[in-house]
């Protein structure tokens, strides 16, 4: 007696992936079922709870579930052992000082890196003042910059084949990924603490946070300086975020329990008026320790922070404008989450229509907290 399609996938949920595969080898029938996006999509994010098909990378691969669940047990599996076999495990050695980041260039980017390309380069920066780049699959080291200042940050340039430095004096520079080639120069005059590229109306600006509060923002290739604000008296930039939609720029201090970060409009950043501060609004939720914007969603903020019973919290923000006439507001409704002590760890049983945010409070912190983030409400 032969099951209805519907009937046998209902079935298969209850089937492991080996079972599942043992299943899709009996008749034509099973296999078609077996094979159904839905069931592989469900065993990936009970298991994994983070995704991203694009990291099969080669475009011979067909983008399923089913691929991704099987490439990526396979590898893990493999690095579990300490074998070789469908990944690559090389040592880049070249630097005498400490790596201060690693980015990728060619063939990938830091959210989607490609896996199984054969072509997939990084670039890393180091405290012996150079900036290096290699082959991921060989460790042969392409070019390497000339030695300078040790450096503190790097970042990858998303529109162009290019990467941004920044070392202990403040000096910015932007570097061609294809040659090692200087590129543009800029000095904050202060030691800079943090860095965020992004673009608006494909006009190419980069912000940066420096050790004595301020915010600095640069435009287009040569690295003009468009603007400039304090955020922070006397205390390191060292939060500094764009959101997805990029009209808003969240920046904070994690050093001092009595500061609030800011939400900053970034058209007043990348066109200031000479008559107007910035359009800015302080996030309450003082003593931030970690914040992020929800990737999935155009403006929403999350953020750990100090509570007055000095337990932890987490905030939720959905950032608007209002305008009238006569003036523009930023808006900000939010929900509070306490952050317990041990929380449970857990997958979503079934991982459709939810996204899953995972913080870490402090690198030294017992708990992380899981909750699950819905579309238009925690």
């Keep these: 007696m032969e099951l209805i399609d519907d009937c046998l996938i209902s079935v298969f949920t209850f089937l492991?992936?080996?079972?599942?595969?043992?299943?899709?080898?009996?008749?034509?029938?099973?296999?078609?079922?077996?094979?159904?996006?839905?069931?592989?999509?469900?065993?990936?994010?009970?298991?994994?709870?983070?995704?991203?098909?694009?990291?099969?990378?080669?475009?011979?691969?067909?983008?399923?579930?089913?691929?991704?669940?099987?490439?990526?047990?396979?590898?893990?599996?493999?690095?579990?052992?300490?074998?070789?076999?469908?990944?690559?495990?090389?040592?880049?050695?070249?630097?005498?000082?400490?790596?201060?980041?690693?980015?990728?260039?060619?063939?990938?980017?830091?959210q989607n890196p490609d896996l199984?390309?054969?072509?997939?380069?990084?670039?890393?920066?180091?405290?012996?003042?150079?900036?290096?780049?290699?082959?991921?699959?060989?460790?042969?080291?392409?070019?390497?910059?000339?030695?300078?200042s040790p450096l503190t940050h790097i970042i990858r340039d998303e529109q162009s084949d290019a990467v941004i430095t920044a070392d202990s004096r403040g000096i910015i520079k932007t570097w061609q990924a294809g040659t090692g080639q200087e590129g543009a120069s800029y000095s904050t005059g202060h030691p800079v603490s943090a860095l965020v590229q992004y673009s608006v109306d494909k006009e190419w600006f980069l912000t940066i946070g420096t050790h004595l509060g301020s915010v600095c923002t640069l435009a287009d290739s040569a690295l003009t300086k468009k603007s400039s604000i304090k955020v922070c008296d006397s205390f390191k930039v060292n939060i500094l975020l764009a959101s997805p939609d990029k009209k808003w720029i969240a920046a904070g201090t994690k050093d001092?329990?009595?500061?609030?970060?800011?939400?900053?409009?970034?058209?007043?950043?990348?066109?200031?008026?000479?008559?107007?501060?910035?359009?800015?609004?302080?996030?309450?939720?003082?003593?931030?320790?970690?914040?992020?914007?929800?990737?999935?969603?155009?403006?929403?903020?999350?953020?750990?922070?100090?509570?007055?019973?000095?337990?932890?919290?987490?905030?939720?923000?959905?950032?608007?404008?209002?305008?009238?006439?006569?003036?523009s507001d930023i808006q900000t409704g939010g929900v509070l989450q306490p952050v317990r002590d041990r929380p449970a760890l857990g997958h979503p049983s079934g991982g459709q229509g939810q996204q899953l945010l995972l913080v870490g409070v402090r690198p030294a912190a017992v708990g992380v907290l899981c909750e699950r983030i819905r579309t238009g409400s925690l």
């Design 16 to 110: 492991t992936e080996e079972d599942l595969l043992s299943a899709s080898a009996v008749c034509k029938g099973w296999n078609q079922a077996a094979d159904t996006p839905w069931l592989w999509r469900r065993l990936c994010l009970q298991r994994w709870s983070f995704c991203n098909l694009s990291v099969l990378g080669n475009e011979n691969i067909t983008h399923s579930w089913k691929t991704y669940f099987l490439r990526r047990c396979h590898l893990e599996s493999k690095m579990t052992t300490g074998r070789s076999g469908g990944y690559s495990c090389r040592s880049l050695r070249g630097h005498t000082g400490r790596v201060v980041g690693l980015v990728y260039l060619r063939g990938s980017s830091a």
């Design 116 to 148: 199984f390309t054969s072509s997939s380069t990084v670039c890393s920066a180091s405290t012996d003042g150079t900036v290096r780049a290699w082959n991921v699959h060989n460790g042969e080291l392409l070019w390497c910059t000339p030695v300078q």
């Design 256 to 327: 001092n329990d009595d500061l609030s970060p800011k939400l900053i409009y970034t058209e007043s950043l990348t066109c200031p008026s000479e008559d107007e501060e910035p359009l800015s609004r302080v996030v309450p939720v003082p003593g931030c320790q970690a914040a992020v914007f929800v990737p999935t969603q155009a403006a929403r903020l999350a953020i750990v922070h100090n509570r007055v019973d000095s337990h932890k919290a987490l905030s939720v923000f959905d950032v608007s404008m209002r305008k009238t006439k006569y003036k």
